[in-house]
């Protein structure tokens, strides 16, 4: 059971930076394979970047080169580093705990609240 919660949204200027963290809960969280998702209005909830339990890292080619996911296992934490960001980044970014398969990150049912992220001008 892994109980998550994000924080480091808000607003920026196009090609400015953040960085967003994921906090869990429980002594396993270095089993679980990690990830962060977007959801904008009106669109369907996409997978950004994931990150195994052993450190392989995927991404969106909408983000390759501008955005790097990472983990603490020690602090039980996972990361989202965004750098260039554009006006399209902006969504509800969310992390999730799942397994890695060889077709991708498939997400369990623990999610966390969510954190803003506005790119504008």
């Known amino acids: 059971q892994v109980q998550l919660v994000e924080s480091g949204g808000g607003l920026v200027q196009p090609g400015g930076s953040l960085r967003l963290s994921c906090a869990a809960s429980?002594?396993?969280?270095?089993?679980?394979?990690m990830a962060w998702y977007r959801q904008a209005p009106g669109k369907e909830r996409e997978l950004v970047a994931s990150i195994t339990s052993g450190g392989r890292t995927d991404y969106a080619d909408s983000v390759k080169g501008r955005i790097t996911i990472s983990r603490d296992n020690a602090r039980n934490t996972v990361y989202l580093q965004m750098n260039s960001l554009k006006p399209e980044d902006t969504a509800v970014y969310y992390c999730?705990?799942?397994?890695?398969?060889?077709?991708?990150?498939?997400?369990?049912?623990?999610w966390g609240q969510g954190t803003q992220v506005t790119v504008s001008s």
């Open positions: 999730n705990a799942g397994t890695s398969t060889k077709d991708g990150h498939v997400p369990s049912t623990y």
């Open positions: 429980g002594r396993i969280f270095s089993l679980y394979a």
